[in-house]
C-alpha cells in the first residue's frame, strides 16, 4: 500500500506536467485540426530561458520568490513571443494547405528549435542552481516534498481557470466558436485570426510554466529534453481526447499515474530490469492501445474528417 501511494503521488505530479503540456496540443487541434509538433519545443525553450535567467540572478541578493518570479517571467515573454511569431509565419500561411504541408512545417520548426537552443546553450545538460531546498513530509507511509505540493496545486489552479475562463469570458466563447466553424464564426463577427493568434498565445505561455515546472521537479535542462516531453503530453491529448480541453487535463493526469504505478510495480516485478529507466514504454503502450480501441480518446466524440 505504501508504494501504491507513493507511486500515486509522483504520477498525479509528473501527470499534471505533461497535462499542461498536453493543453497547448489540444487548444491548437480543436481550432486548426493541426498537430503542433514544435509545442514541445517551445517548452523545452521556456525551460532554458528560466534556467539561464536564475543562473544570472542567483548570486544577486534578491529573494529566492523574486528570482523565480523573473525566470518564470522571462521564459513567458519568449515563449509567447515565439508561439505567436510561428503561428504568423510557418502556419499561417499553409492554413488553406493540404494536411501534410503544415504538419511537416511543424516537425522542421521542432527541429530548428531544438538545434538552435544547442548553439545556444550547449548540448550539456544545465543544472538547476541551488535556490530550492524542497522539504519532505510522510502521508500514508508515503513521501512528498513541499515543491511536489506546489506543481500540483500550480497545476490544478491553472487548469481550472483555463477551464473558466473557456467557459464563461467572451474570448473563450469565441475559441469555441471558432473551433465549431471558423468560417461561419468570421461571419458573426468573429476575428478568427486573433483568435487563433490568442490560442497560440495561451498555449505557448501554460507550457513556459510547465517548462519551469520541469526544471524545478527535475533538477536539469536539455535542449533535447522538449522531445520526449512534447511526446508523452501529445499522448496524454489523444488519451484524454484530442480538441478536448477538459480531456488533456484528464489524460496528462491519467497516463502520469499510469506511468508511476507501472514503473513502481513492474519494476519490482522483474527485479529492476523493467523500472524507471523503461517508464517510456508504459507511455507508448497506452498510446498504441488508445489508437487501437478507442481513437477519439476517453472524452472526446467521433467526428468526420475536415475537408
Excluded at 477551464?163 to 471558423?182: D, P, Y
Excluded at 493526469?253 to 517508464?279: C, P
Aim: hydrophobic residues 55%.
Amino acid at each position: 500500500m505504501d508504494i501504491f501511494i507513493q507511486q500515486l503521488i509522483n504520477g498525479l505530479v509528473l501527470g499534471s506536467i505533461y497535462a499542461l503540456v498536453a493543453l497547448g496540443y489540444t487548444m491548437v487541434y480543436g481550432i486548426l485540426g493541426l498537430i503542433n509538433f514544435a509545442h514541445g519545443d517551445i517548452v523545452m525553450v521556456g525551460a532554458l530561458v528560466a534556467l539561464a535567467v536564475a543562473q544570472a540572478l542567483a548570486a544577486s541578493l534578491l529573494p529566492v520568490p523574486l528570482v523565480l518570479l523573473f525566470a518564470t517571467l522571462a521564459a513567458l515573454l519568449v515563449c509567447v513571443a515565439l508561439g505567436v511569431t510561428i503561428e504568423r509565419v510557418a502556419y499561417r500561411p499553409l492554413r488553406r494547405a493540404p494536411r501534410l504541408a503544415p504538419l511537416i512545417t511543424a516537425i522542421g520548426i521542432s527541429i530548428l528549435l531544438q538545434y538552435s537552443a544547442a548553439l545556444i546553450w550547449g548540448k550539456q545538460y544545465i543544472s538547476t542552481p541551488d535556490l530550492i531546498k524542497p522539504e519532505a513530509f510522510t502521508f500514508g507511509g508515503a513521501q512528498f516534498t513541499d515543491l511536489q505540493a506546489f506543481i500540483f496545486l500550480l497545476a490544478c489552479t491553472l487548469m481550472a481557470g483555463l477551464l473558466w475562463f473557456i467557459k464563461a469570458s467572451r474570448i473563450g466563447r469565441a475559441m469555441r466558436a471558432t473551433e465549431q466553424n471558423a468560417e461561419v464564426a468570421g461571419l458573426m463577427g468573429v476575428d478568427t485570426n486573433r483568435i487563433i493568434s490568442f490560442t497560440f498565445f495561451l498555449g505557448s505561455a501554460i507550457g513556459a510554466i510547465a517548462g519551469v515546472m520541469v526544471v524545478l521537479y527535475y533538477g536539469l535542462g536539455h535542449y533535447f529534453m522538449g522531445f520526449m516531453l512534447g511526446l508523452k503530453a501529445f499522448t496524454a491529448a489523444v488519451l484524454g481526447g484530442i480538441g478536448n480541453v477538459a480531456g488533456a487535463m484528464l489524460g496528462g493526469l491519467l497516463l502520469g499515474v499510469i506511468e508511476s504505478l507501472a514503473a513502481g510495480y513492474i519494476g519490482d516485478l522483474t527485479g529492476g530490469v523493467l523500472g524507471s529507466n523503461y517508464r517510456d514504454i508504459f507511455a507508448f503502450l497506452v498510446l498504441i492501445l488508445v489508437l487501437v480501441l478507442r481513437p477519439s480518446g476517453i472524452m472526446g466524440q467521433h467526428t468526420s474528417e475536415r475537408a
